[in-house]
């Protein structure tokens, strides 16, 4: 992660023709009810942001608040998916923790779609971190909002 021979660093650098919005999926399938579940990298965020981890995030950098919007709204028309969203600076910890910021790095626009990684789950990149404890529908509800954006943005 965050190499030269990344293969997003490597596909960002090398391409010819303008992007109009470059979208990671990162880790996109775990979800926890439980009042507690979600954490932030600030505490202040908790009283912006719910504390169960039942929710999927779009997140990217303060100029590209029109794209967040786009995904958000294209992912709300999926039913029963909760959908919040940010913009925000560079320092905020995990904002940039995917390969969308290989993209940012060439001022292309890019946004993030996440549970949230471990801030949400514990057992992340951990021996428990295991498919079992996924939610496939919530994934699958992800992705048609996912196919919603691009088929309405032809």
């Known amino acids: ?4 021979e990344m293969g997003s660093a490597v596909h960002a650098a090398s391409l010819e023709r ?3 919005l470059m979208i990671a999926l990162e880790m996109i399938g775990y979800y926890d009810s439980a009042p507690g579940s979600q954490d932030y990298p600030y505490p202040a ?5 719910p504390d169960r981890g039942d929710f999927i995030a ?9 794209a967040v919007r786009q995904v958000k709204a294209a992912l709300l028309s999926s039913r029963d998916l909760s959908v919040y969203s ?3 600076p560079g320092f905020i910890p995990g904002i ?14 890019a946004v ?3 549970d949230t990684a471990f801030y949400r789950n514990k057992q992340y990149h951990l021996p428990g971190d295991t498919a079992d404890r996924l939610n496939y529908q919530k994934m699958a509800q992800v992705v048609d909002g996912v196919i919603t954006l ?3 943005s032809k």
Not at 1 to 4: E, I
């Open 1 to 4: 992660f965050r190499s030269d």
């Open 18 to 20: 303008p992007v109009r």
């Open 45 to 49: 965020m908790s009283w912006l942001y």
């Open 58 to 66: 779009v997140v990217g950098r303060m100029q590209d608040i029109n």
């Open 86 to 88: 940010m913009n925000a």
């Open 96 to 109: 940039d923790f995917s390969d969308h910021l290989n993209y940012w790095q060439h001022d292309i626009p």
């Open 112 to 114: 993030m779609i996440t």
């Open 150 to 152: 691009l088929y309405n």
